[in-house]
């Protein structure tokens, strides 16, 4: 950046001394005329990034984009990772004066404000997180919905768990504490005292106007504090942002959710998915209408929930719409017409949007009454039907008063008029008229002095620089008139004005001037009524966003014919004709084959599933987890019948990765998140494993998976799916009572095999590798040579007894040694 000096004019000087109170990473569009301009490195930058033209004023790069457009080049360099600060100009410019300008606002990824750059169906969230002894602290804000929420966790594991659900666009961390999270990638290290408790509580306080931060519940949670005063900070004075529309602070639940750490999330595509979001359980799930629903859906997907009462109550409501078809369709027509309510009263809120914001909030508020109508029918017999009904709030007075207020077609910008109807400001309307009533009369004026000069060319016109002129071309010239008075001499034609059309001039051009200023006063005390409602517009927003997800529930029971899952507290789990919920919609043309499942506490509470590649091993463990998960949302699931013991956690070890980032193999990634695993189960939660141990030497694999096996059979109690091509596993089921062994049917015909998709108890007789490897196109004399070397290990090998080892499980009965004898994994030195 080039420094000050006393070359620089004025304008390049006030631009610079703002550039220097910013920080390195953000752009300055600059506002001259009808563009935002920037320059020196900003503008070599942009115009790389954003595709401009980069030129030169006096040496300086410098290059800009037009004001009514600048909406779409933010989103763009947002996204390429700059923050955008916006300097306005203040008041009219005056020729000769440099323009008053002000740095308005600075445009981060999390504080993107046009609802065309932003994703409906997800959660724009700026994140904080601070550490207070040992507690680990988090803060949430959702500026685009108003949504400010904390929470606490008592370890970094746990805190970045959460973070990965609620994938922040921004991760703020104190500059104090650079080191702090090493399992978190901060965007931005912020000023380590907007972090203090002692500084954020008052902070909080005074913004919430209380005396006390326990009415949220949250007054003892001081690095929760912490985080959500620096958060609130990093909003107000480096952002410069209204916050306003922030008006509570709510604890985000971690007590009754059930946890999904990112790697199970990642390997059960909840949300995402390799193939497209089509292929992920939100994408199957999903026929919401509004983009709270769709926000909110997602949300219920990555937190499921273990309180058995409030799964029991979305069900009903689920149960209770199939069970009215015409009203559910009705319903559903009354959603399609809600906007994104949380976004738009909430960017009104802040003094931002034009009128057709305005509209669509109160057309979406108008729908309100048909939608609480329909939800009354409903809710009898329906306690959770009848809470959403009760949230509903009564906005007809506001509908009306926008109604009443609104153009039929409100232009986008705000200052140029036309957004007020006739007939809503007596004022408005006669300086309409005024205006309207002078144009008229220039048109008369021009037909009259067209018979008073006999020019029948002559033309009445008008441009910004010299208002109203009578224009006469050059061969008319003789004809003119003495009075009027010469204005402007052009090539072809002269232009005049009179004094009468000077008077009439001053009438027109105030009525319009005055006109648009009226409108836009208007405009903003309509605005400023949204406020008083927000409150109220943002829990019936919530109402009708759990009405959505319940209703998309419903529909998609009904089109797939899923059934109401039986939920307790046991440790059971019983699927009969289970289904994969994605595979099963995007599959054309081929029928899914359904699988029944039973787990319980004796004799099938550790399932040991073989079969070959291909088969659908890693398809069934998956597809019983997202059944569960399901039926943790409130969802109806893919079964011919269900019944489901509840869990606390889900977790879902799958595939082979590695993280180079980070200098971990694939077999470490797979230990570590196996590690993870075995350290958080509990005898409540559910373990899918596919192929632990498959990133290492063949023994070494065996030994780690055997003994992952065993210690989540005797130490943890979990109910775990366990999918895996080391055969010997199988023999668990001779020492440990719980475990038992399933396989997925093949037949083999003429050294081919095909595939039947069915899960049967019982071992698998070989892995069919050889067979597999042919029907994914191995070439021939490979697939022969692999053959004969199969055959010369299998007559070669020599199987060498195990040593025996007692296993006592605690609280059992003392067993015979014969019962309690296992496989050892290594043999005497002297075999």
Same mark, same amino acid.
């Given at each position: ?11 390049? %000087?006030? $631009? ?19 563009? +935002?301009?920037?320059?020196?490195? @900003? ?18 790069? /410098? ?9 779409? $080049? ?118 380590? $005292? ?74 059960? @595509? ?62 559903? @027509? ?89 007939? $809503? ?58 009075? +009027? ?67 998309? !529930? ?7 014919? +899923?059934?109401?899952?039986?939920? %307790? ?22 029928? !899914?084959?359904?699988? @029944? ?50 869990? %606390? ?18 077999? /470490? ?85 095909? !595939? ?76």
């Amino acid at each position: 950046m080039a420094a000050q000096d006393s070359s620089l004019s004025p304008m390049m %000087d006030q $631009y610079l001394r703002m550039k220097q109170g910013l920080p390195e990473d953000v752009w300055l569009f600059f506002r001259l005329g009808d563009f +935002y301009e920037m320059f020196f490195e @900003d503008a070599v930058e942009a115009s790389a990034v954003l595709g401009l033209t980069l030129t030169k004023r006096h040496t300086v790069p /410098m290059c800009g984009v037009p004001f009514h457009s600048v909406e779409g $080049y933010i989103g763009q360099a947002v996204k390429a990772g700059k923050r955008v600060a916006i300097a306005e100009q203040k008041g009219t410019p005056v020729p000769g004066k440099l323009v008053e300008r002000e740095l308005v606002q600075v445009v981060s990824a999390g504080t993107l404000a046009d609802l065309a750059l932003l994703n409906e169906a997800e959660h724009n969230y700026i994140v904080a997180v601070f550490r207070e002894k040992s507690a680990w602290g988090l803060a949430c804000v959702d500026h685009t919905t108003g949504e400010f929420s904390v929470a606490e966790f008592g370890s970094q594991e746990a805190l970045a768990e959460e973070v990965s659900r609620v994938a922040p666009r921004e991760l703020l961390v104190s500059d104090e504490q650079r080191d702090s999270f090493p399992l978190l990638r901060p965007t931005l290290f912020y000023d380590g $005292y907007a972090f203090l408790p002692g500084a954020a509580v008052p902070v909080l306080e005074a913004h919430f106007q209380v005396h006390s931060l326990e009415g949220f519940g949250c007054a003892g949670l001081r690095a929760a504090l912490g985080a959500a005063g620096a958060v609130l900070h990093y909003l107000k004075h480096q952002l410069r942002r209204s916050t306003e529309h922030l008006r509570k602070l709510a604890l985000r639940p971690t007590e009754g959710v059930v946890l999904i750490d990112a790697a199970s999330q990642r390997n059960l @595509d909840l949300v995402d998915a390799r193939g497209g979001a089509k292929f992920s359980l939100l994408g199957a799930l999903d026929g919401t209408s509004s983009p709270m629903g769709a926000r909110k859906l997602r949300d219920w997907v990555l937190h499921p929930v273990a309180d058995v009462d409030v799964l029991r109550g979305r069900q009903d409501a689920v149960e209770r719409f199939l069970g009215e078809p015409f009203l559910m369709s009705k319903l559903r @027509d009354s959603l399609k017409g809600v906007r994104d309510l949380e976004r738009l009263s909430s960017k009104l809120a802040q003094g931002a949007g034009n009128a057709r914001d305005l509209m669509a909030l109160g057309c979406s508020l108008g729908q309100v009454p048909a939608v609480e109508a329909d939800l009354y029918v409903l809710a009898e017999g329906c306690p959770k039907l009848g809470d959403l009904c009760g949230r509903l709030g009564d906005f007809a007075g506001l509908v009306e008063l926008l109604a009443g207020a609104l153009a039929d077609e409100p232009p986008v910008t705000i200052k140029e008029g036309g957004m007020i109807r006739d007939g $809503y400001s007596a004022e408005l309307d006669e300086l309409r008229l005024a205006s309207r009533d002078g144009k008229a009369w220039l048109a008369e004026m021009e037909a009259r002095e067209r018979a008073a000069t006999g020019i029948d060319s002559l033309k009445i016109r008008f441009n910004n620089v010299f208002g109203y002129y009578i224009e006469v071309t050059r061969a008319n010239y003789a004809k003119v008139p003495e009075h +009027y008075h010469r204005k402007q001499t052009l090539a072809n034609a002269e232009r005049f004005v009179t004094e009468e059309l000077k008077r009439m001039e001053g009438t027109i051009l105030g009525a319009d001037e005055r006109s648009r200023q009226l409108e836009y006063e208007l405009f903003c005390a309509l605005r400023e009524e949204v406020k008083g409602f927000l409150d109220a517009i943002q829990v019936s927003a919530d109402a009708l966003a759990e009405a959505d997800v319940l209703l998309a !529930f419903a529909e998609s029971a009904q089109r797939h014919g +899923y059934c109401r899952p039986e939920l %307790d507290c046991s440790r059971n789990l019983s699927i009969v004709n289970g289904r994969h919920p994605v595979i099963e919609q995007v599959q054309q043309g081929v029928p !899914f084959v359904p699988n @029944d499942s039973l787990m319980d506490e004796e004799g099938n509470r550790v399932l040991i599933l073989t079969g070959p590649n291909m088969a659908g091993k890693s398809t069934y463990i998956r597809q019983v987890a997202l059944i569960v998960l399901m039926a943790q949302i409130g969802s109806f699931v893919p079964a011919e019948s269900a019944r489901i013991g509840v869990v %606390d956690r889900i977790f879902c070890r799958v595939g082979a990765s590695d993280d180079l980032a980070r200098g971990q193999s694939t077999f /470490m990634v797979e230990m570590s998140e196996t590690a993870m695993i075995l350290n958080n189960a509990t005898e409540r939660s559910l373990v899918i494993l596919d192929e632990i141990g498959r990133g290492t030497a063949t023994f070494d694999g065996l030994s780690i998976a055997w003994a992952v096996a065993e210690h989540l059979h005797d130490e943890l109690g979990s109910r775990t799916l366990f999918a895996t091509h080391y055969h010997e596993l199988v023999d668990l089921v001779h020492t440990h009572p719980a475990v038992s062994n399933w396989h997925v049917e093949v037949r083999e015909w003429k050294d081919e095999i095909v !595939f039947l998709r069915k899960v049967l108890p019982g071992p698998a007789d070989k892995s069919y590798g050889i067979q597999v490897a042919r029907l994914a196109g191995m070439p021939e004399s490979i697939v022969s040579r692999a053959k004969e070397i199969l055959t010369h290990l299998e007559m070669s090998s020599t199987r060498r007894e195990p040593k025996a080892r007692k296993r006592q499980k605690p609280g059992m009965p003392v067993a015979r040694e014969a019962e309690v004898t296992q496989l050892e994994l290594l043999w005497d030195e002297e075999e």
